[in-house]
């Protein structure tokens, strides 16, 4: 029942030679691949989409700036400024590179996490942003950031997971998380989230 997989390129020890594989397995059993790169840099964006990943996350989005240069880098002319690149010619549209690259902008997910107090101060000018399509609440960092490393029982925690999901939903945007048991899926889901990694 699973729908993606999240590559995890930030404390996992994968690099961008382990997703030339990765990436075209998973897209060939029907699973949509999904990349958190290991900073917000242009070819770390690029080179994922372009091996095949269909959704990148940023980690530690503090600004509508930085929002908006993610979705730039992202998406195809005229929404954005990436370089056409795409590895495989399977995801070659029959009408040609305009339909190809169209198909590309309206079916890649952006994710963007909010895991700073800064991020969490600017959550509504980030969920703001058009081209982005989910805010992902990094916990752990989050936590850490708030002065409160894992005390996740806590008002300040409680708090900054409403005050995300209340900026999600004022801006058309989805929510998302880790969840470490059945239980914490259902009170995430509970509490608005409508994206849960396992």
Known sequence: GGECVLYDLEPSGYGIEA??????ATNAAGVV????????????????????????????????????QFVEWARFPPQGKRGFGLLYSDV??????PATMAK????TLLLAQIETAAGLVAV?????????????????????SLGIPGEFDTDL???????????ARMNG????????SVGDARAMLAAGLTILAY
Request: charged residues 25%.
């Open 92 to 97: 070659w549209e029959p009408d040609g590179l």
């Open 33 to 68: 691949p999904l990349v958190r790169v290991p900073d917000a840099v242009y070819d770390s964006v690029s080179r994922a989409l372009d091996l095949g990943a269909l959704g990148v996350m940023i980690p530690g989005c503090e600004s509508a700036e930085e929002a908006r």
């Open 157 to 167: 925690y409680r708090d900054a997971v409403a005050h995300i999901v209340a900026a």
């Open 124 to 144: 509504e000018e980030v969920a703001a942003v058009d081209g982005l399509d989910v805010l992902w609440i990094g916990q752990f960092d989050l936590t850490a």
């Open 173 to 180: 945007k989805h929510v998302g998380m880790v969840c470490a």
């Open 104 to 107: 590309a902008n309206a079916e």
């Open 19 to 24: 997703l030339r594989e990765l990436l075209p």
